[in-house]
């Protein structure tokens, strides 16, 4: 791979890209930026959400600007506020030693007449959503006459949220002789009109495959009755204890109603859609950034701007309408080089949708079950365990400790572990006990039934084994980095080792029976690093809620779908200003303890 200074960035950019940590560029700025910096061309490029697209324009339009000029030089027309000022905010950093170059923003939301005032007073790179610009543009408080380069990012987002005449509108007070660069995940026929209309003989360059999904993320289906969606939910979000995700709805009433539904059970939830007003937004956003918000419930249009790399789960409580959006969906995750997951809940009338979606991104769905309150209970405990271990120690009480001590004297260190142990556990336990198995069944077909019963959790002819082993992501371990890593140490192949879920101190895995004596004697004394690492069977075999299974049987015959939106119909909305708070913790009952 070539290094940032092989690419023909010159020493302002350099030095930038030294300031800001990077190393080695992403692919679709390694395709990009040499062709940007030494052709006057149009260019289409096409890329997932979250592999640098913005250095990859970035980078070259700021090198090709001239800062000793006031005239407005450069348009990037993005779609919403959010990804607006995410672009203005890294193009700044990127030209931060290029003296007088000055990147604007330009967005609702904001006082258009102070917008206008930092761009007379000399912008070269102006940042801006369709609406905002091309209102500036019927006011003439724009003069975007004179520009040499625009750039669309992501186009196809734009053209999904009814942007295509406003773009039109926009481009036509650019001059013909321009060079257009196009930034997209996908490539709908909407953005090839615009691709054909507005821009000569085009480089193409795609990074992956065109409108694939990212290979750093894995996509997992579970299929619940109707009724069963929140309480999958919230299942999920207690099997992942750490979990940073979005929770993407279809619907601004959903999306409020869910994060209402959160917050009351004890979750650290918010809510992002278009109803709030800017500053609740700001407000949501920044709480989400700082993970103040555990689960940002989303709808895809206020999605847009979040622009966050360590989230590790987006989870489709309802599917979109076009598979494009969820390639946008699940883009939020696996971003930079990291691992994420993408989970859908789905009924069994939306099946054959996860067959489209495959079809499109061209990556398979691990059909999984929700997992059970045992299960939940076993991942908790251990959970609870280790934020024991790792809690730092407050000094501060030292002078309470003679009088504690005098109060638990008489419990030995084992009764003394269960009762620290069960002040958390016990309530949670006492919930789950004899909660009800929410998974339904998806019709497969008799020959897939065999084919998909250990990526399912259930027995095959040999058995399948649930293993606890004490690494996780605190030892730098993702779900498919320590597949890996028990397929070389075990010596088995990739799929023997399935349903992998990785925690923040521990994880899960199974194997078929047939592994067992071997696992559990290679792993009887065997140390990382100095490090013992313990592999034993979990008491608990089923592991529905992991990752790293093995691949999906096709779903079969739908319930009514009319049925479900019958119902989706007759839940009450109530809108609250509290939606965008971060969930503080209620004393009473809730699933999510930890």
Known sequence: MKKFEALGLNKPLIDAVSDLGFENPSEVQEKAIPILLENDTDLVA??????????????????????????????????????CLQITNELKLYSKYVKGLNTVAIYGGASISEQANQIKRGAQIVVATPGRMKDMIGRRMVDISKI???????????????????????????????????????????????????????????????????????????????????????????????????????????????????????????????????????????????????????????????????????????????????????????????????????????????????????????????PTGMEICEIQLYHLASKIRDTKINEEVDGYLPAINDVLKDIDREELIKKIISVEFTRFYNYYNKSKDLNTTDGEGRG?????????????????????????????????????????????????????????????????????????????????????VNVEVSKNPGGGGGRGGRDRGRGGKGRDRKRDKRRDRKSSYSKSEGAGNSGKRRSKRRDGFF
């Open 46 to 83: 096409l890329a997932q959400t979250g592999t640098g697209k913005t250095a990859a324009f970035g980078f070259p339009l700021i090198q090709k600007i001239d800062s000793s000029s006031r005239t407005t030089q450069g348009l990037i027309l993005s779609p919403t506020r959010e990804l």
């Open 448 to 532: 897939e039934r065999r084919k998909d019963r250990n990526s399912r959790g259930e027995q095959s002819s040999n058995g399948s084994v649930r293993y606890f082993i004490n690494v996780g992501e605190k030892d730098n371990y993702d779900w498919m980095s320590l597949k890996d890593f028990l397929k070389d140490t075990l010596n088995l192949d990739r799929d023997a080792v399935y349903k992998v879920d990785v925690k923040d101190s521990f994880s899960f895995f199974n194997t078929d029976a047939e592994h067992t004596e071997n696992i559990l004697q290679t792993f009887s004394d065997f140390k990382v690093d100095g490090r013992f």
């Open 148 to 370: 040499d380069y625009c750039v669309l990012d992501e186009a196809d987002e734009m053209l999904n949220m009814g942007f295509y005449e406003d773009i039109k509108d926009i481009l036509a007070n650019t001059p013909e002789e321009k060079l257009t660069w196009l930034f997209s995940a996908t490539m709908p026929k909407e953005v090839s009109v615009i691709a054909k209309k507005f821009m000569h003989n085009p480089k193409e360059i795609t990074v992956g495959t065109k409108n694939a999904g990212t290979s750093t993320v894995q996509h997992e289906y579970y299929v619940v009755g109707g009724r069963d969606r929140y309480p999958a939910l919230k299942r999920l979000a207690d099997t992942n204890p750490d979990i940073f995700s979005v929770v993407f709805c279809r619907t601004k009433r959903d999306t409020q109603k869910v994060a209402e539904k959160l917050i009351e059970d004890g979750y650290n939830a918010g809510a992002l859609h278009g109803d709030l007003s800017q500053n609740q937004r700001d407000l949501v956003m920044n709480a989400f950034r700082k993970k103040q918000i555990q689960m940002l419930v989303a709808t895809d249009v206020a999605a847009r701007g979040i622009d966050v790399d360590d989230i590790t789960h987006v989870i489709n409580y309802q599917l979109p309408d076009e598979i494009e959006t969820y390639t946008h969906r699940s883009g939020r995750t696996g971003r930079a080089g990291k691992s994420g997951i993408s989970m859908v809940i789905v009924t069994r009338s939306e099946l054959r949708k996860i067959k489209s979606i495959e079809n499109k991104i061209q990556q398979k769905f691990i059909s999984k079950k929700i």
